[in-house]
């Protein structure tokens, strides 16, 4: 059993993908919504929170485990990879290596969509640059994204979805972006809105990233089972239920599980 793991409802994203490249393994999914969102939070917070995922989906059976958060990804994986033995994977390392084959491609500049606490550690960009030295990259940090996806206002057409995102990418205007680095895996549920205020770029999603590379990595054997999905939540159980179902297009049924608390 494969478990996945993200502070809301952006690892669905992730979780549909992986499900995709491996459709008979068995998955179970945590959202930690009691500590929406992680982006807004201290590293030693988030790597407290992540602990208590960890144990959690290693009580639940899970074999590997696909932190599908860009922050996460980003701040506390190394550190996080010291606390099991299980596989870890994450998708902040997938995206930047796809963020550096685009940009050699398509030339111009990079912007990478990401949450505060990404953009403040500068960790995923600094990847990016390391494997394109010279190239420019435009970081933003787009914290209302996250409410967005998770309140499911996200469609193309949707007024208050297009008009937040003409303010929050009001700094990206007149730059030459040939590469958008969506670094934080709520910002998947945005990217038809994005791919129109980004017309000539690239668009890279850290979510899809992850799971191809996950499914690359990871042997035959874990990849068998019968293509099941359980989904455990740390918060309201009907509120994420009701919210995956309408990401995912299907109905879902979560369970509260309380991984810990913390502040």
Same mark, same amino acid.
């Given at each position: 059993?494969?478990?996945?793991?993200?502070?809301?409802?952006?690892?669905?994203?992730?979780?549909?993908?992986?499900?995709?490249?491996?459709?008979?393994?068995?998955f179970?999914?945590?959202?930690?919504?009691?500590? *929406?969102?992680y982006?807004?939070?201290?590293?030693?917070?988030? *790597?407290?929170?992540?602990?208590?995922?960890?144990?959690?989906?290693?009580?639940?059976?899970?074999?590997?485990?696909?932190?599908?958060?860009?922050?996460?990804?980003? *701040?506390?994986?190394?550190?996080m990879?010291?606390?099991?033995?299980?596989?870890?994977?994450?998708?902040?390392?997938?995206?930047?290596?796809?963020?550096?084959?685009?940009?050699?491609?398509?030339?111009?500049?990079?912007?990478?969509?990401?949450?505060?606490?990404?953009?403040?550690?500068?960790?995923?960009?600094?990847?990016?640059?390391?494997?394109?030295?010279?190239?420019?990259?435009?970081?933003?940090?787009?914290?209302?994204?996250?409410?967005?996806?998770?309140?499911?206002?996200?469609?193309?057409?949707?007024?208050?979805a297009?008009?937040?995102?003409?303010?929050?990418?009001?700094?990206?205007?007149?730059?030459?972006?040939?590469?958008?680095?969506?670094?934080?895996?709520?910002?998947?549920?945005?990217?038809?809105?994005?791919?129109?205020?980004?017309?000539?770029a690239?668009?890279?999603?850290?979510?899809?990233?992850?799971?191809?590379?996950?499914?690359?990595?990871?042997?035959?054997?874990?990849?068998?089972?019968?293509?099941?999905?359980?989904?455990?939540?740390?918060?309201?159980?009907?509120?994420?239920?009701?919210?995956a179902?309408?990401?995912?297009?299907?109905?879902?049924?979560?369970?509260?599980a309380?991984?810990?608390?913390?502040?």
């Open positions: 059993m494969i478990g996945v793991f993200d502070s809301g409802v952006g690892g669905l994203c992730a979780l549909r993908c992986a499900r995709r490249c491996m459709p008979e393994a068995d179970v999914y945590f959202a930690d919504t009691r500590h *929406l969102p982006g807004e939070r201290a590293p030693c917070e988030i *790597l407290a929170l992540c602990r208590q995922a960890l144990a959690l989906l290693a009580r639940e059976g899970a074999d590997a485990i696909l932190a599908a958060c860009g922050t996460v990804s980003s *701040l506390v994986l190394p550190a990879a010291k606390q099991t033995d299980l596989p870890l994977f994450g998708v902040a390392e997938p995206a930047a290596q796809a963020a550096a084959r685009a940009a050699r491609d398509r030339g111009g500049d990079i912007a990478l969509l990401a949450t505060a606490a990404t953009v403040q550690a500068g960790f995923l960009a600094r990847d990016i640059a390391a494997r394109i030295p010279g190239v420019q990259i435009h970081a933003l940090a787009c914290p209302l994204f996250v409410h967005l996806a998770e309140s499911g206002t996200t469609a193309p057409s949707d007024p208050l297009r008009m937040s995102a003409a303010r929050i990418l009001a700094p990206m205007q007149g730059k030459p972006i040939r590469t958008v680095v969506l670094g934080c895996t709520h910002f998947s549920c945005l990217t038809g809105l994005l791919a129109e205020f980004f017309p000539r690239a668009m890279i999603d850290a979510a899809a990233e992850g799971a191809a590379a996950m499914a690359a990595a990871l042997p035959p054997s874990a990849k068998t089972g019968h293509g099941s999905c359980r989904f455990l939540t740390s918060g309201d159980a009907g509120a994420f239920s009701r919210a179902g309408n990401l995912l297009g299907q109905p879902v049924v979560a369970q509260h309380d991984a810990g608390v913390i502040g």
